[in-house]
């Protein structure tokens, strides 16, 4: 036991996503439905294709859930009818082929008379053959997603073993990849990380020993009042119910690996990872990209939201004046694909459009936080030197994104990503920009905390990849992925060319038959 104190890339637009958000809560004599609408509000931007809460009620747990924000999902009186003690609440944005409302969470299941729901954060690299082999025992499936396959796989060992917990413990000796997942039943709440911390969760205890809640983001805490204990560690399994929080170790640690995309872009600014806010981070980028490409100009903007923080960096690093170039419309979520070219391209204009008074007649910097395909930043530079901008000199504040995400990030082919087949040089010419920089890997890694290894409890040890990892995962942008990517789920996802590196190999577990696994006494 552990202290609980101290121990699908989408052609409708050219961002990087994160799949979901994921909120739990234990707070007997709370409203749970409701206290996780207002966190699932605050983790809205981690997904937006679908919603959902499923509650506890102490005899049974129900679900609401549906496509759309959460504002569209969820009516006063649905969270009326939500009554209970422990909740979790999960968004999504959902990627090609698994769309649809089967594919909405959290992902409900029966455990012979026990009524489970799942939340899940990240991706399983190994679903397709836990999911084959599942079935092949008669194991029935709804959907394709790898959520549902953790939820039959936990399901599966739980009947085995007759002890949930021991269910979660064996289901993530099995699973490959980055996740960090909230589960409920109907009379407790569990939360669990995979074995090198890919995907972020957190905890926090709210006010006066009301309960206690997990999610991927500080700023999910703050909405609802509650404080910040600490992060899940990964491989950790933890279970609150009336008997309070209890902790276990269910896989030894690897070597950290935490997504370093979380704070160049996915995570809201007003969060923060290892003591440090995500705004203070940004800003620090973007003071050393202004250390590593200078530009001499007459105003500093940032792409709204997350090109803000690194611009103002910038700005103050090299003592030119930063203001706003572009207004975002926060009404528009995402930007559907339209039939003709001249549509598509006014669906950028939807969301942005230029502040002509600002930028006519001024030679512009524009901060971003990466370059996907290029499209948009192509046509955020025409609309700029339409409005009148005499040079516009692009600065991204995150090294080439030029290798495929497996992990949790929808860009799961290399041949969506600009930088695998363009220089710098080329990249500059296509957006029309008049100079294009990228700040290096090891700018990026000098911006954010340092992670002590939970292996060997410092940072920077050397780990079983027989380098010094400083308890990042930036396999986006070296190729150096941290969990062994299977073959059968990589086929044709890289250009001819490039090998990636795998870090790591796939725990002894993992290689088992899923029942051989379900008789071992000894693989935890």
């Given at each position: 036991?552990?202290?609980?104190?101290?121990?699908?890339?989408?052609?409708?637009?050219?961002?990087?996503?994160?799949?979901?958000?994921?909120?739990?809560?234990?707070?007997?004599?709370?409203?749970?439905?409701?206290?996780?609408?207002?966190?699932?509000?605050?983790?809205?931007?981690?997904?937006?294709?679908?919603?959902?809460?499923?509650?506890?009620?102490?005899?049974?747990?129900?679900?609401?859930?549906?496509?759309?924000?959460?504002?569209?999902?969820?009516?006063?009186?649905?969270?009326?009818?939500?009554?209970?003690?422990?909740?979790?609440?999960?968004?999504?944005?959902?990627?090609?082929?698994?769309?649809?409302?089967?594919?909405?969470?959290?992902?409900?299941?029966?455990?012979?008379?026990?009524?489970?729901?799942?939340?899940?954060?990240?991706?399983?690299?190994?679903?397709?053959?836990?999911?084959?082999?599942?079935?092949?025992m008669g194991v029935p499936f709804r959907t394709?997603?790898?959520?549902?396959?953790?939820?039959?796989?936990?399901?599966?060992?739980?009947?085995?073993?007759?002890?949930?917990?021991?269910?979660?413990?064996?289901?993530?000796?099995?699973?490959?990849?980055?996740?960090?997942?909230?589960?409920?039943?109907?009379?407790?709440?569990?939360?669990?990380?995979?074995?090198?911390?890919?995907?972020?969760?957190?905890?926090?205890?709210?006010?006066?020993?009301?309960?206690?809640?997990?999610?991927?983001?500080?700023?999910?805490?703050?909405?609802?009042?509650?404080?910040?204990?600490?992060?899940?560690?990964?491989?950790?399994?933890?279970?609150?119910?009336?008997?309070?929080?209890?902790?276990?170790?269910?896989?030894?640690?690897?070597?950290?690996?935490?997504?370093?995309?979380?704070?160049?872009?996915?995570?809201?600014?007003?969060?923060?990872?290892?003591?440090?806010?995500?705004?203070?981070?940004?800003?620090?980028?973007?003071?050393?990209l202004a250390r590593e490409a200078p530009v001499?100009?007459?105003?500093?903007?940032?792409?709204?939201?997350?090109?803000?923080?690194?611009?103002?960096?910038?700005?103050?690093?090299?003592?030119?004046?930063?203001?706003?170039?572009?207004?975002?419309?926060?009404?528009?979520?995402?930007?559907?694909?339209?039939?003709?070219?001249?549509?598509?391209?006014?669906?950028?204009?939807?969301?942005?459009?230029?502040?002509?008074?600002?930028?006519?007649?001024?030679?512009?910097?524009?901060?971003?936080?990466?370059?996907?395909?290029?499209?948009?930043?192509?046509?955020?530079?025409?609309?700029?030197?339409?409005?009148?901008?005499?040079?516009?000199?692009?600065?991204?504040?995150?090294?080439?994104?030029?290798?495929?995400?497996?992990?949790?990030?929808?860009?799961?082919?290399?041949?969506?990503?600009?930088?695998?087949?363009?220089?710098?040089?080329?990249?500059?010419?296509?957006?029309?920009?008049?100079?294009?920089?990228?700040?290096?890997?090891?700018?990026?890694?000098?911006?954010?905390?340092?992670?002590?290894?939970?292996?060997?409890?410092?940072?920077?040890?050397?780990?079983?990849?027989?380098?010094?990892?400083?308890?990042?995962?930036?396999?986006?942008?070296?190729?150096?992925?941290?969990?062994?990517?299977?073959?059968?789920?990589?086929?044709?996802?890289?250009?001819?060319?490039?090998?990636?590196?795998?870090?790591?190999?796939?725990?002894?577990?993992?290689?088992?038959?899923?029942?051989?696994?379900?008789?071992?006494?000894?693989?935890?």
């Open positions: 036991m552990i202290d609980i104190e101290t121990c699908e890339f989408s052609e409708r637009d050219d961002d990087l996503h994160d799949e979901c958000g994921v909120f739990g809560i234990w707070a007997p004599g709370c409203d749970v439905a409701r206290m996780t609408y207002f966190g699932l509000h605050a983790l809205q931007h981690r997904g937006q294709e679908s919603a959902g809460i499923a509650v506890g009620d102490g005899s049974t747990v129900m679900v609401r859930k549906d496509l759309g924000l959460v504002t569209q999902v969820f009516t006063d009186s649905d969270l009326s009818a939500l009554p209970g003690k422990v909740a979790i609440g999960h968004v999504r944005y959902g990627t090609a082929g698994s769309k649809g409302w089967e594919s909405a969470q959290p992902h409900l299941s029966a455990i012979n008379d026990v009524i489970i729901a799942l939340a899940h954060n990240g991706t399983l690299v190994n679903f397709d053959q836990l999911r084959i082999e599942l079935i092949n394709h997603t790898d959520s549902e396959v953790a939820a039959r796989l936990i399901g599966f060992f739980t009947q085995k073993k007759h002890r949930l917990r021991s269910g979660i413990a064996h289901a993530m000796a099995m699973m490959e990849g980055g996740y960090a997942m909230a589960l409920v039943r109907e009379n407790a709440l569990y939360a669990f990380r995979d074995p090198r911390g890919i995907r972020p969760l957190c905890l926090g205890e709210l006010p006066n020993n009301q309960g206690w809640v997990v999610a991927s983001e500080t700023c999910a805490l703050d909405i609802v009042g509650a404080r910040y204990v600490r992060d899940l560690r990964p491989g950790e399994i933890l279970r609150i119910s009336d008997d309070g929080p209890v902790s276990e170790r269910a896989l030894d640690p690897e070597p950290r690996a935490e997504c370093i995309f979380e704070d160049v872009y996915f995570a809201r600014p007003d969060s923060k990872f290892h003591g440090r806010s995500v705004y203070s981070m940004r800003y620090a980028m973007g003071q050393q001499d100009a007459d105003l500093v903007i940032g792409v709204p939201d997350s090109g803000m923080p690194p611009a103002e960096g910038f700005a103050h690093e090299l003592g030119l004046p930063f203001g706003e170039g572009l207004i975002k419309n926060r009404y528009v979520q995402r930007t559907f694909i339209q039939p003709t070219q001249e549509l598509r391209e006014m669906g950028v204009r939807l969301k942005l459009n230029a502040l002509v008074d600002n930028v006519a007649g001024k030679r512009l910097v524009v901060i971003d936080d990466s370059i996907v395909r290029g499209t948009t930043s192509k046509q955020i530079i025409r609309m700029l030197k339409d409005a009148g901008a005499t040079e516009v000199h692009m600065r991204i504040n995150s090294p080439e994104v030029t290798w495929p995400c497996f992990y949790g990030i929808d860009t799961d082919t290399q041949d969506q990503l600009i930088s695998a087949s363009k220089s710098v040089e080329e990249i500059c010419e296509y957006i029309g920009a008049d100079s294009l920089a990228f700040l290096s890997p090891e700018g990026l890694v000098s911006c954010v905390p340092e992670i002590a290894d939970d292996v060997a409890g410092v940072p920077g040890a050397s780990c079983a990849c027989g380098g010094s990892c400083d308890g990042y995962c930036k396999a986006c942008f070296t190729g150096e992925y941290p969990v062994e990517i299977p073959k059968s789920f990589s086929k044709g996802k890289f250009l001819e060319g490039y090998q990636p590196k795998n870090l790591s190999h796939a725990s002894a577990a993992s290689q088992m038959h899923v029942d051989a696994v379900a008789k071992a006494n000894d693989v935890l």
